[in-house]
């Protein structure tokens, strides 16, 4: 390996055209849509980022990706990278005035879009009428090119002159629209090789891809990393428990990355089913994006071994907290605490450094270089920082060696599985039925998924709660919002606590669901 040779590819977005050079035929990509070979990766990258070039589309502007897991997505991803693209992948659970609205919102001239999502890709583009370019995959959407017939027509080779393109994911805020996290430098990303705890070694590891490609951490981590690195992907469309100890076994799967859920629908499975499949060959094991009980990592470490890791982060960067498995057994419960290149601080509510034990607001040191902005929105920008750092409402202490514990979130945001829901967005669904006069949505315990979304409801004058009721509003719900957002149950209340101001008092709602926690 010649190091100039990766460091020109690192700088220019070619890291996937060097491996495509070194290890043409080793396989990048394994899906139920089709593989990819490194060499047919890279030349259908290249074919992309002539297409989009052709229609006047390359260094500053942007491009939308609504796909499921499948290996256009990363064909995307890599000509993207390659040609000074920013890429904004979108929620495929989302609806499609929701997809139109990041579609516009990002500024994007093209979106390749999956035929299998349906109503969402197909309303789309009436929200975005910005649209140089639209792209369908996985079959035929009214208006939109055949993705694979229109890069056909275009040469493989590695394209002249490549530029280092970007990502831009969207994260809600707890109240009004998604926003951009947006980086105006575009930091490249080395291969993973080296000593670490997540060493790749190519053509020889393999990573299992268990979340979905438009997620962060997925995509950083099961996606990013290992191709940057030379080691090839298995795809899973929809995450499932015993398919995902199965492709373990048969891919000899050395890396992956997971959440608590999953952990809690593996250690379900009957033993009989656990001891068909061997997972000798796994290395690392990493999972982050929601708190895991103690009792079910101490699980997974004596089933899996002490190749465990846990990563606290953010989508907008910083934070850097990461712990293994033996480091945390002496430490249950903690998220670790950050390397030397990491500064965090937690504060009380005057701004004030907290001492040992006692619970703060969590602020991360911004990185100098690559410091995110919401994109269009420096209000929401300017409010996140405090001077060089900046906050995700998450709470916490340091303990006496400095390993940060969680202990909840002055943010209004619910994560169940994983997965950010923002309460503001249901409420304002809601709020639009006759029979409701407030609402106050909640995340409460769920031993499974961490949280589970709850609506506290105060009805109309004259109206009694009923189990029709109920279940209509719960369904009224589900055809405005997206599944994963909608309440899993609904419960009453004769009047919502506010504040003078009007606004919603979340946290006293929300406590007594939380008080035996």
Partial sequence: MSAEEIAVATQTGMLVAYHAKHQPDIRAIVSQYGDRTFAELNANANRLSRLLADHGIGDGDAVAVVTKNRPEFIEALCATTRSGIRMTPINFHLKGEEVGYIIDNCEAKAVIADANLGEP???????????????????????????????????????????????????????????????????????????????????????????????????????????????????????????????????????????????????????????????????????????????????????????????????????????????????????????PEFDNKILDDDGNEVGIGEVGTIYMRAPDTGRFEYFKDQDKTGSSYRGDYFTLGDMGYFDEDGYLFLTGRSAELIISGGVNIYPQEVDSELHKHPAVFDVCTIGVPNDEWGEEVKSVVQLEEGIEPSEVLTEELLQWARDRLANFKCPRSIDYANVLPRSEAGKIQRKLVRAPYWEAQ
């Avoid at 033993?271 to 990592?297: N, R, W």
Wanted: glycine share 10%; aromatic share 10%; hydrophobic share 40%.
């Fill in 121 to 339: 890709v197909m309303q789309a583009p009436q929200w975005a009428p910005n649209l140089k370019l639209k792209l369908a995959v996985g079959g035929t959407i009214a208006g939109y090119d055949n993705y694979a017939e229109a890069i056909t027509e275009y040469d493989g080779a590695d394209i002249e002159n490549p530029v280092l393109g970007n990502n831009m994911l969207y994260t809600s805020g707890t109240t009004g629209r998604p926003k951009g996290v947006y980086r105006k430098e575009r930091a490249p990303i080395p291969p993973q090789w080296g000593d670490g705890p997540s060493a790749y070694t190519p053509g020889v590891d393999r990573e299992l891809l268990t979340g979905p490609c438009y997620h962060a951490a997925p995509l950083l981590i099961n996606i990013v990393q290992p191709l940057w690195s030379g080691v090839g992907i298995v795809m899973m469309d929809r995450w499932d428990a015993e398919e995902t100890l199965h492709l373990i076994d048969a891919y000899d799967i050395t890396h992956t990355h997971m959440v608590a859920t999953m952990f809690h629908r593996l250690l379900d499975l009957p033993d009989e089913v656990k001891q068909k499949y061997d997972m000798s060959s796994m290395k690392f094991l990493i999972h982050g994006a929601a708190p895991t009980p103690v009792h079910v990592k101490q699980a997974m470490i004596e089933w899996f071994g002490p190749i465990i890791w846990e990563y606290y982060a953010a989508t907008e960067g910083g934070g850097g907290f990461l712990v293994g498995a033996e480091e945390w057994l002496a430490k249950p419960g903690t998220v670790g605490k950050p390397g």
